[in-house]
């Protein structure tokens, strides 16, 4: 079984950052694929960014230039750095990790909110 902790969620004000980490522990080989999304309330959930093994990212266009993703391969933590937070942010953030066995396992989602 594979287990994953997020945290760094929270409130902040428009302009504002936060970070959100992932650590995934547990029955793992190997990740191949680690992604954050998000689900706004009434909204579906969307895809924010993607980062493989290999360090190269995908950004959904209106976090481009603002979040970054990146990974520890050795922690198996995935992170997103968000800055020049805007209210259209919050939503709760969950992490994605697929593992070389195509498993897929989800987090427990963190708040993140985000005043103007």
């Known amino acids: 079984q594979v287990q994953l902790v997020e945290s760094g969620g929270g409130l902040v004000q428009a302009g504002g950052s936060l970070r959100l980490s992932c650590a995934a522990s547990g029955s793992i080989t190997s990740i191949n694929g680690m992604g954050w999304y998000r689900q706004a309330p009434g909204k579906q959930r969307e895809l924010v960014a993607v980062i493989n093994r290999g360090g190269s990212t995908n950004y959904v266009d209106s976090v481009k230039g603002r979040f970054t993703i990146s990974r520890d391969n050795a922690k198996n933590t995935v992170y997103l750095q968000m800055n020049s937070l805007k209210p259209e942010d919050t939503a709760v953030y969950y992490c994605?990790?697929?593992?070389?066995?195509?498993?897929?396992?989800w987090g427990q989602g963190t708040q993140v909110t985000v005043s103007s």
């Open positions: 994605r990790i697929v593992l070389s066995t195509s498993y897929v396992y």
